[in-house]
């Protein structure tokens, strides 16, 4: 169940927003703590609840556990009673206030614990406490400072045994939000528009819905996820929750903001995820946590894709082949082969080694030039080709030029990584960045009269062939190359 919270500062605007929500919600939450006259609170609760077409959890949260009510803890528990006895369908109590409360048996009363400094390790006592207190629904609401104090509240969802709502707040704990159905939680809590969010990390009802498509999620719901640091600007949960949905499979994609690698990829094993997307800064420092590499993701030194195979993390590279086929495609379009081919590729990083090594077992005559020269020369003994300083771009004579630097990517995108006189007619230009999908590079190249490959095919064809390695069906290709443009 999706819960929306109505933090409005009056009765008029409460009852307003609580019709606009109840459009989305299955719950609402009535945050009277943010109601600063008390008078006015009290109506609320009365006309609110006259009003109501969802069922109403009313909210008093003290500043103590992170809410808004600041006057006398007995005008708060009146406010609570009041709700109870005015027929709210629930309450919520904190822990430590519970004993204060007169129950009714028609309205349910959650017991709720917030700590908005942390995931504390003794989560199953602070649970078995509130048991004591016979709640209908037990919330216990916690902070994530790293990844993996998610995973503790997914280990506390699977073994409750009283309804539960329990997640973790902040940016790194979104993803104990998304998933929480598959773990058994009852609701999660989101804004019905930004800036209207009740506790920090809180998504809005759209993203939740439009994005990660959140009431088909479920137990038998299988995880995947993307690796990195920063993750929150990736356009990967969008294109493969899409591309799930589209192919009619139980699976969701969710961004995994990792620090330290090692830990998350330990931890993870714990619960179902069945595959990852890796990106900066991780593509290589994984490489040590995993139990099998592929073949030529071994030789590039780096991976951005890990499929769980019979229990075992195997990672796997399609950078590489995604390049090597976007290139390949162009070609045939001219006729011709990659065999054989001068290919110059401009810069030394991840994206150059994964496709110097594909463009190599393609038989390509490479020379790799980049501003770090013991870079470029690192990369050439690694794949057996020639290296040049990166200003020597100018006597190049190859018939194919790929940019894997960033120049050119957004916002400096009147940039170019070469002057426009070594463009010539008939050249196969390559450029990986793909924000904006046509830089100025592609269209100095088109200009002189070559063929161009944009980096959004690459980026589409890596999606696609991770897709194909976790779920072994055919990706939607078109619909991936809609979104991403969409988005872009
Ligand atoms: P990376 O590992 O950081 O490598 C960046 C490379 O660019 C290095 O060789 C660096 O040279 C060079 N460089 C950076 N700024 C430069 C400048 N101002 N002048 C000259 N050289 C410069 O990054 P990466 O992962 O390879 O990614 C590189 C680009 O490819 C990014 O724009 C990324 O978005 C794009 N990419 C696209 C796809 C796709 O699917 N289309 C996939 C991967 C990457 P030094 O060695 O001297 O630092």
Redesign the pocket.
């Known amino acids: 169940m999706i819960c929306i919270p109505i933090t409005t500062k009056n009765t008029e605007d409460a009852i307003s927003e609580m019709s606009s929500a109840s459009k989305y919600a299955d719950i609402i939450e009535l945050r009277i703590d943010h109601i600063p006259e008390l008078q006015d609170a009290e109506r609320c609760i009365e006309e609110s609840l006259k009003s109501k077409t969802k069922p109403v959890i009313v909210t008093n949260r003290p500043e103590r556990e992170g809410g808004k009510f600041n006057g006398s803890e007995q005008d708060r528990l009146h406010l609570l009673q009041k709700a109870i006895d005015l027929g709210a369908d629930y309450v919520d109590v904190e822990y430590d206030s519970i004993k204060q409360i007169v129950r009714r048996r028609n309205c349910k009363v959650i017991i709720s614990c917030h700590n908005f400094r942390e995931t504390p390790q003794n989560l199953s006592k602070i649970y078995n406490d509130i048991c004591q207190h016979k709640p209908d629904i037990v919330k216990i609401v916690t902070y994530a400072n790293d990844i993996t104090d998610n995973i503790r509240i997914f280990e506390l969802l699977n073994t409750a045994n009283i309804p539960i709502i329990s997640f973790c707040m902040g940016e790194l704990g979104h993803i104990s939000r998304i998933l929480t159905r598959k773990f058994g939680g009852l609701l999660t809590f989101a804004s019905l528009e930004r800036g209207k969010k009740s506790a920090p990390g809180q998504l809005t009802v759209d993203e939740l819905s439009r994005i990660y498509h959140f009431k088909n999620i479920n137990k038998e719901t299988k995880l995947y996820g993307i690796i990195g640091n920063p993750v929150s600007h990736s356009m990967s949960p969008v294109i493969h929750n899409a591309s799930f949905t589209e192919k009619g499979l139980n699976n969701v994609y969710v961004p995994l903001k990792v620090t330290n690698i090692g830990t998350f990829i330990k931890e993870c094993r714990e619960i179902d995820f069945q595959g990852f997307s890796v990106t900066?800064p991780h593509k290589e420092s994984v490489l040590p946590f995993l139990d099998d590499i592929e073949h030529t993701a071994e030789k590039i030194g780096a991976i951005n894709t890990i499929v769980r195979q019979d229990g075992k993390l195997v990672g796997y590279n399609t950078?590489c082949m995604?390049a090597v086929m976007a290139l390949d495609n162009s070609l045939r379009e001219t006729g011709s082969t990659l065999n054989d081919k001068k290919v110059s590729i401009i810069?030394?990083?991840?994206?150059?080694r994964a496709i110097a090594f594909g463009l190599k077992e393609k038989g390509c005559d490479i020379t790799i030039y980049?501003?770090?020269i013991e870079?470029a020369e690192k990369l050439s003994n690694d794949v057996k080709c020639r290296f040049e300083k990166?200003e020597e771009i100018n006597k190049l004579d190859s018939g194919i030029l790929i940019n894997?630097?960033?120049?050119g990517?957004f916002p400096e995108v009147d940039r170019t990584?070469v002057p426009e006189n070594v463009l010539k007619e008939g050249m196969i230009v390559f450029d990986?960045?793909?924000n904006p999908i046509e830089t100025k590079l592609l269209r100095d190249a088109r200009k002189r009269g070559g063929h161009t490959v944009d980096?959004?095919t690459?980026?589409i064809n890596?999606a696609a062939e991770q897709l194909r390695l976790w779920t072994n069906i055919d990706p939607p290709i078109e619909l991936m190359s809609k979104i991403v443009r969409e988005i872009l």
């Open positions: 900066i950078d995604a810069g030394a990083g991840g994206a150059a980049n501003r770090t870079r990166f894997t630097t960033p120049i990517m990584p990986a960045v793909y980096g959004l690459m980026f890596q």
